[in-house]
């Protein structure tokens, strides 16, 4: 198999266990996202539109669904006072750190059959292509707990 495609096939592998998992979570793909880039800090609505990947008018709507369920909410940004930034209510702060928990827990199951060694080859070559390509952090070894979030 060439490079190519094994990235291609590892990338349809990755995104069913995320696909499953956003079922189980009952989300849709890009509302795990967003909760997964937040769960940090607060972002605005321009740097999330790029971080996700998403035209204005669609980042717009992903964020207005999840105000309806409660899962984010609109706050002043200090910086500027015409703009506002997205966080993460207590109760996405939880789903996010559940749904981050248990999507890395599935995915790291997938190269279980590797022994010790080719796992951490495997890891060290990964981390340097995310790195080399510059991949926004929306999954992180050092996620945020939701201490300190406002109850929305």
């Known amino acids: 198999m060439n490079m190519g495609t094994a990235l291609v096939r590892t ?6 266990v995320y696909a499953d998992a956003v079922r189980d979570f009952d989300l849709t793909v890009q509302q795990a996202q967003l ?10 609505m321009f740097e999330l539109a790029k971080t996700l990947g998403l035209a204005k008018s669609s980042i717009s709507g992903l964020v207005d669904r999840s105000v309806k369920r409660g899962l984010v909410r609109r706050e002043a940004d200090p910086g500027d006072g015409r703009a506002f930034r997205v966080a993460l209510t207590d109760k996405g702060a939880r789903l996010a750190e559940e749904f981050h928990a248990e999507t890395t827990r599935r995915v790291a199951e997938l190269p279980l059959a590797l022994d010790a060694e080719d796992r951490e080859v ?6 340097r292509l995310v790195a080399d390509n510059r991949v926004p952090a929306v999954f992180t070894d050092d996620s945020c707990p939701s201490a300190g979030r406002d109850a929305s």
């Open 11 to 16: 990338a349809f592998l990755v995104d069913a």
């Open 35 to 44: 909760l997964c880039v937040l769960i940090p800090r607060p972002y605005g």
């Open 122 to 127: 495997l890891k060290g070559l990964l981390t």
